[in-house]
């Protein structure tokens, strides 16, 4: 098949989770013998932007989102006509080299691109975030979880006191993005990368028709991963690994205040990322027993990854699908976590019983945690496959692509 990738995250010098998956598919689709471009940012294009990303393939400058001057924060209230206006120039892009090829698929943020893209393109899109119904993609306000369906109270992630037509703006501004996010789900394919995601979109807009929509959860390279799993003799006891961008939402600050004076002598809490938190947790907290390493190459912290005692994400918002469990997972080590958003799910991929702790709160996640420090780590012999493999996840992809 000859098929178009396109997302407003690529091309770039530091590419996230979103970003990487789409490289991932894209490198694996070119292994099994397909024809894929990665369609992105014009105004991050250059020579160089596939093999900056990783991608053996193509990249396309597409459309470009610099200076978009729309001056939300300022006026207090989220802007109607904003979101969609890009969402247009994303599909008037890709409707330039939709008819040479067979499938387009969109992974981005701004879900109602396809009521931009007529039926008659085979136009897939993957939903990596709680951005369908979301405008902020988190959910997660205030430093709790979101769980409100009323699209004015949405005001207060813009302003912090919204006043009554602050209230109003931002509604109507809500409810045009999710109904017509709806729309496209209605018109074209759609692949959530969770099954809660797909449930929090019915939440938001009950009588949305996802009879389109497809759940199949985030994959990893998985032979990449097993060369570099640890020896047993290589692994850390005491190792405790956190890995991810230290910002709200994260738990990285409700973990450390939590875990402080409850770590056997033996144990180490390595933190690996950035983020605006960073500086005044390692201001706080580090010490012998807590240290920050800042942003490191994927290869060296999936190194430290196999070679850590224990994996901890405590995102304390409901992380979709996330794709560091899937990971420690498919190493074979210990996994703590909160039992929110998709996480739970991912219990499918164990191992063995138990090598996924979920935890309802985060004292119980350090008492989960404080437990696997006191036994030995230890391994387990890596199966030949893992079943989110990404070779392993283009069969059913290609079969909806196909439909």
Partial sequence: ????????????IQVGGLGKHVVTLANALLEAGHDVDIMGRSDRFHGNCAAEIGFRGRVLPGFSFARPG???AQLGFFNP?????FARRVARALLRQAGYYDVVHYHGHLPMAGRYVPGSVNFVQTRHDQGSECVIHLRFARDRVCTTTDARDCAACIHPAPNALRRSMS???VRRYRLETAEAFSRHKTVFVSEFLRRAFARAVPDADLSRTRVIHNFIRYPYLRERAAAPEAVRAGEV???????AGKGFGEFLAQVQGRLPPHARVTIVGDGPQRQALEQQYAGPQVRFLGWLDYDDVIRMSARSHVLVIPSVWEEPCGTTVLEALALGKPCVALARGGTPELAAYQYYDGQLQLAETMPRLVERLVHVLGRAPFTVPLPDAFPMDVSLALPPLLDFYRE
Wanted: glycine share 10%; aromatic share 6%.
């Fill in 1 to 12: 098949m000859k098929i178009l990738m396109v997302s407003e995250d690529l091309p770039g």
């Fill in 70 to 72: 729309w001056k939300e």
């Fill in 81 to 85: 006509v904003k979101r969609p206006w």
């Fill in 171 to 173: 509604g109507i501004a």
């Fill in 241 to 247: 690994l956190l890995v991810g961008r230290i910002d």
